[in-house]
Every structure is written in C-alpha cells, then in structure tokens.
T-cell receptor
Framework: DAGVIQSPRHEVTEMGQEVTLRCKPISGHDYLFWYRQTMMRGLELLIYFNNNVPIDDSGMPEDRFSAKMPNASFSTLKIQPSEPRDSAVYFC???????????????FGPGTRLTVL | QQQVKQSPQSLIVQKGGISIINCAYENTAFDYFPWYQQFPGKGPALLIA?????SEKKEGRFTISFNKSAKQFSLHIMDSQPGDSATYFCAASSVGGGADGLTFGKGTHLIIQP
C-alpha cells in the first residue's frame, strides 16, 4: 500500500484565495483525521470522519474551514477565504481499529505545507 | 486549554545515554496514550503506546512508564542513538482508545550527540 496520500505537498497562495487540500486514506481504513501543525500550537485535531460521516468537527477553527468525505477513498479540507494565520502544515491520517488489538495506530500522510501571503 | 502538557521542549543527550520525556494530562476520560516520532519533512509515526491498565510497556530500547494516580506518563529511550534524533509527541485519546482524534503534547525536539 502507498500509505496516506496528500496533495499538494506545498501550496502558496494569496490572502483571500480559496485553498483545497486533498487526502486519500489507506484502503480499508474507515477513520480519517485532519490535523494542523504550527510552531505555536503544535499538532491540533481539526475534524475526523468515520465511514465518511463527520464525527467531531469541534477543532475546526472557524467557518472559513470546511471538510468533506464524499467516499471512502477521498477527503478534502477547504479554506475560503484563506488568511496568513492559516499558514501551517496540514496532515491527514487514517486508521482501522481492530478488536483484536489494543493498539490503534493512526497512519499519517506526508502533510501539505500551506503558506498564505 | 492544553490537555496534555509535555516537557522538556528540547533535549540534548549524548550517544548511549538515556532520553526521558515527560507528559501530564488532565482529562481522566483518556484511556489510550501513544507516543509518536516525527522526522523533518515527514508525518508523525507511532512509536509505542500504552493503556492505563498497565504501568509500564517496553519495546526494544523504548519504554513507557504510566502513573494513573498522578496522571503522568513518560517515554524513556535507552542507549540513545543519533538516529533517534527527531521530535517526539505524547498524545492521549478517549472514547474508543485511539479511534477518535488524538490530543497531542507540544512536542520535544530530541538531539542525540555522537
């Protein structure tokens, strides 16, 4: 398996523009997570899905952020309009909890580094 | 509100020494405590994890010590090697033990000097 795939790897945009980040989870994983990493705030959970349904979006900073998961193999995180303070590395992760294991590993993608000028 | 506090922020250890990173949590509903390792330009990767029904878990050179009453847990890296140089994050979750979102500490930048 190729692991969690994210695109683009780098995005530079102007303030006010719409930004769409994409994620393809590992096949068979039914949980998908979006995290944001900054120097100041560290790694923060934004939202997560189970079987394509949003379960907890309490970490989404404001209405400018939205996330969708139209099917089991694709998710998007959209920022509209973008602001300089949105500059961060955005990670997507996926997992498939097993009743046979006490350890639940979230597999992270390589991240998208977003710079908003 | 920071629910998982991690220290130190940075750590320098000589090769062969013991690296110790500490975390404390506030939410008593947490029931799963993983440690993630992150190299520059990469996503975090699971290193080792523990549940609160045990006080210690060892995997190779890595050991988690867990103190439920104090709401603290720590990572020990024995015989630290230059390849261990990375950023380490403690984390916690509840409601399904890892199948929900993780609450991360701020991270520890570990440097192992040869």
């Amino acid at each position: 398996d190729a692991g969690v795939i994210q695109s683009p790897r780098h995005e530079v945009t102007e303030m006010g523009q719409e930004v769409t980040l994409r994620c393809k989870p590992i096949s068979g994983h039914d949980y998908l997570f979006w995290y944001r990493q900054t120097m100041m705030r560290g790694l923060e959970l934004l939202i997560y899905f189970n079987n394509n349904v949003p379960i907890d979006d309490s970490g989404m900073p404001e209405d400018r952020f939205s996330a969708k998961m139209p099917n089991a193999s694709f998710s998007t995180l959209k920022i509209q309009p973008s602001e300089p303070r949105d500059s961060a590395v955005y990670f997507c992760a996926s997992t498939n909890p097993s009743l046979a294991s006490l350890i639940v590993e979230q597999f992270f993608g390589p991240g998208t580094r977003l710079t908003v000028l | 509100q920071q629910q998982v506090k991690q220290s130190p922020q940075s750590l320098i250890v000589q090769k062969g020494g013991i690296s110790i990173i500490n975390c404390a949590y506030e939410n008593t509903a947490f029931d799963y405590f993983p440690w993630y390792q992150q190299f520059p330009g990469k996503g975090p990767a699971l290193l080792i994890a523990i549940r609160p029904d045990v006080s210690e878990k060892k995997e190779g050179r890595f050991t988690i010590s867990f103190n439920k009453s104090a709401k603290q847990f720590s990572l020990h890296i024995m015989d630290s090697q230059p390849g261990d140089s990375a950023t380490y994050f403690c984390a916690a979750s509840s409601v399904g033990g890892g199948a929900d979102g993780l609450t991360f500490g701020k991270g520890t930048h570990l440097i192992i000097q040869p």
